[in-house]
């Protein structure tokens, strides 16, 4: 009869145990998963969503741009960019508003811009993963629209600042056009815009260029056509780093002796 009873007893000691031992495991599972779409970015099937920017944290580039690179679409023109118009690296960033790594880089990127100012031309293009992302086409519409009224930036900032709130959202245009009112927009313009052919059009060339570059995931980074490896601050800079540098060392043996270097670039950013 002893046995019997700690028998039952240990059973259920282990049946109580069962239920804590569980959500222990979906704990672990959930924080994995967060932790492994912090670091790879965005995947879809339908988009055949693998990063072609790659996905590590190695920071290294490959030997040569893209094969399409210099073929490609080129996009939404004039493109969105900051820094300078002539600069001798361009840094450009096929991103998705409704991609939680996305949002995690956008930073990253502003940090980025701020370091090398004139130095570089960095370009943001859309790339909306429709087949995950409900909301993320209309999100590009929306700072292509704002962007009609000069203040596509803003919009920009805006969007990746409030991505868990209009991400989820089963109508999202309300949402923004609240943010359209709070940037000082027109908002009936707005709300035409988003509504037009125009913006959407933007958005769809933007998607061209970014499939026929094979480009698959957000985000994808690219410098001088060259695809970066990894999403730290210390990895975009380090692939600038290293175009600069090949581009001043190109530019010393191609001067005559005694001529002074080009002259940098002047400021400009098209909105």
Known sequence: MANQTNTTASGEKKSNLAPFVIIGLIFVATIAGIYYITQTGDRSTGNTATNTAGNSNSGSQTAQPLANYATAPPGASPAHYKGSEGAPVIVEE?????????????????????????????????????????????ASVAAEAAGFQNKFWEMQNLLFQNQSRWSTAPQPRP?????????????????????????????????????????????????????????????????????????????????????????????????
């Open 94 to 138: 096929f991103a998705d508003f409704q991609c939680p790594t996305c949002a995690v880089v956008h930073p990253r990127m502003n940090e980025v811009v701020s370091r090398f100012g004139t130095k570089i031309k960095f370009v943001f293009r859309n790339y909306p993963l429709t087949t995950i992302h409900r909301n993320a086409y209309d």
């Open 175 to 271: 949402l923004f056009e609240e943010y359209a009112t709070t940037l000082g927009l027109d908002v009936e313009k707005f709300k035409n815009d988003m509504a037009g052919f125009a913006a959407k059009g933007r958005v769809d060339e933007d998607m061209r260029r970014a499939r026929a570059l094979n480009l698959t995931g957000t985000p994808s980074i690219l410098v001088n056509g060259k695809p970066v490896n990894g999403y730290e601050t210390a990895i975009i800079a380090q692939a600038v780093e290293t175009e600069l540098a090949r581009f001043e060392q190109s530019s010393e043996s191609a001067a005559p002796a005694g001529e002074d270097k080009p002259a940098e670039a002047p400021a400009n950013q098209n909105q």
